[in-house]
């Protein structure tokens, strides 16, 4: 795999923000670990509480993969095409296996307590984090073949990134709709900042979504990574990070505006995807990135 001096500020990008997500995901395990329900619970929360302890596990895995397979690729400035596809493959398996694991919390929504609110919550995002992530990602696991070209790793790998765009804004929307259910309107209406940060999560993260679903779409089809804009790329992952610091730095400066709720102790307490603020760290850079003509690439 080619590497060139310039792109050092994103191949530090890519080994930060992996090992952020490392670290949390650690973090998240050992708490999940030390902190479980009692066996007098019930069978639904501790079916749920095994389930989703297991898919952390995996993410865990995958995330320390990750930081190893950069941390090489920095370090000896040189990984080939079959090494990359390889560990990538590992990585999106245990990626889907992760995703997999939030059906049972479905199926507490569905079935133990139903209730709207809850399946707005809880059931519908996890329905379609359990299913809609994981077949994304077997098909890109399956189109990350040395024997074929780029073009379908490149479609499902654009699939892939908008479909994760996608469920960020479900999940955050759906606990920010339950919090209002919750507390009231006034819980918008008297405080600015609640209602600036329920706008960015329903609208602002929908249009991102839209917007990554319509740049993967024109995308699609392309047969080399280098024909891809890697500034819009750069952009779509910048803002999504931005979303999650946005929303983190007003905490820190304003409180639990309102009162502590449902949306804050989602968002600070339960949020497996709050690693994401960092993703700047490589969608700056990318911003910046020169794109490859032609004549650059029959020089190689």
């Keep these: 795999m080619e590497t060139h001096s310039s792109n050092w500020p994103i191949k530090i990008g ?7 997500w490392f670290l949390y995901t650690l973090w998240e395990y050992i708490i999940s ?4 329900s009692p066996q007098s619970a019930g069978f639904w929360i501790l079916f749920t509480e095994q ?11 995958a995330s320390f993969t990750t930081v ?3 941390l090489f690729y920095v370090l000896k400035r040189n990984l080939s095409y079959p090494e990359a596809l390889m560990s990538l493959r590992w990585i999106i398996v245990g990626e889907a296996v992760y995703f997999l694991s939030f059906l049972p919390s479905m199926m507490l929504a569905f079935v133990w307590r139903i209730d709207i609110g809850f399946i ?8 379609v984090e359990g299913i809609v992530i994981p077949f994304v990602l077997v098909k890109l696991f399956f189109a990350l073949n040395p024997k074929k070209s780029l073009k379908g790793a490149i479609k499902w790998g654009l699939i892939s990134g908008t ?6 804004w479900l999940n955050n ?13 006034g819980y918008l209406i008297d405080y600015p900042a609640n209602l600036f940060s329920f706008a960015l999560t329903t609208v602002g993260l929908l249009a991102l979504s839209l917007y990554a679903a319509y740049f993967s779409k024109k995308s699609i089809g392309k047969e080399h990574l280098s024909d891809l804009d ?16 946005v929303i983190y730095l007003m905490w820190i400066l304003f409180g639990s505006v309102g009162g502590w709720g449902l949306w804050y102790m989602w968002f600070l307490g339960h949020n497996l995807d709050l690693w994401v603020l960092c993703l700047p760290l490589v969608g700056v850079p990318l911003l910046f990135a020169r794109r490859k003509t032609d004549a650059d690439r029959a020089k190689n």
């Design 68 to 70: 190893a397979v950069i």
């Design 163 to 168: 479909a994760y765009v996608f469920v960020f």
């Design 120 to 127: 707005i919550e809880d059931g519908i995002p996890c329905l």
């Design 51 to 61: 389930g989703g302890l297991i898919g952390v596990a995996f993410r865990l895995v």
């Design 230 to 245: 890697f500034r819009q790329v750069g952009l779509i992952v910048t803002l999504t990070g931005l979303y999650f610091a």
């Design 14 to 20: 890519l080994f930060l923000v992996a090992l952020s």
């Design 33 to 36: 670990t030390l902190y479980r």
């Design 173 to 185: 929307m759906g606990n920010w709709v339950y919090a209002v259910m919750l507390k009231g309107l």
